[in-house]
């Protein structure tokens, strides 16, 4: 595995301080000097990545996942302004796939372990966002760019076959990639403190991963003795 790309959208439910603005003032007064998102959700995977054919040499059999992210916005005015945002998301694969290839040709099943797929990012980019002074719901969008860090599964094969043994093994890499993030949503205040946000967000990343080491034995025989 030299590369992947990592496309997922992430469906959120956070808490933020959105700027505010002073009806008595008129729009362009604008309270807060700038407001702070804290969000976790699900990070559901796009196209090759999300991908659990075997026969896709793109697949990255990833499913369902979890991720956190932290926005903090600066205004321009009370409809735009700067984001920056750090987040964290966690993909695992879906092993059962890659099983049931050898049931489909009736073959015994091997025993295989895929470990998860990760990555952190770091961006920046504008917002955009409408503006209610009566307490309504209002909607935003924002468009960013950064780098990100990622991380590839561990992958473990191992089978025993009319007393043929085989074992593979191919480590984790950790590679870097630009990454693009693009999302929009409803932002609902409540009576008294932080308003509740309802969004998704589209990220998209390229990663090329290093120092994946891969190893293969086949012999005849039993697996050899586990020794501690």
Not at 88 to 114: H, L, Y
Request: aromatic share 12%; charged share 15%; glycine share 10%.
């Amino acid at each position: 595995m030299k590369n992947q790309i990592l496309s997922f959208a992430f469906l959120v439910i956070s808490l933020s301080a959105f700027a505010q603005i002073d009806s008595s003032k008129g729009l362009t007064q604008i309270r807060e000097k700038g407001w702070v998102s804290v969000s976790l959700g699900l990070a559901i995977p796009m196209g090759d990545y999300g991908s659990t054919s075997v026969f896709n040499q793109k697949a990255g059999l990833a499913k369902l996942g979890f991720g956190c992210n932290v926005d903090y916005a600066v205004p321009f005015n009370p409809y735009f302004g700067a984001i920056f945002s750090a987040n964290a998301f966690i993909n695992q694969c879906d092993e059962d796939a890659v099983k049931s290839v050898f049931r489909m040709f009736g073959s015994p099943t091997p025993e295989i372990s895929i470990t998860s797929w990760k990555a952190a990012s770091a961006l920046a980019g504008i917002y955009a966002k409408s503006v209610s002074s009566n307490g309504r719901p209002t909607v935003y969008a924002k468009i960013q760019v950064g780098y990100a860090v990622t991380g590839s599964p561990e992958t473990t094969f191992t089978q025993t076959n009319n007393q043929q043994y085989s074992y593979s093994h191919q480590s984790s890499g950790v590679g870097g990639a630009f990454v693009f993030n693009g999302g929009a949503g409803l932002s609902i205040p409540l009576p008294a403190g932080p308003n509740v946000q309802l969004g998704i967000s589209y990220i998209t990343m390229k990663s090329d991963f290093k120092d994946v080491e891969a190893e293969s034995v086949e012999k005849s025989g039993n697996a050899p003795a586990q020794t501690t």
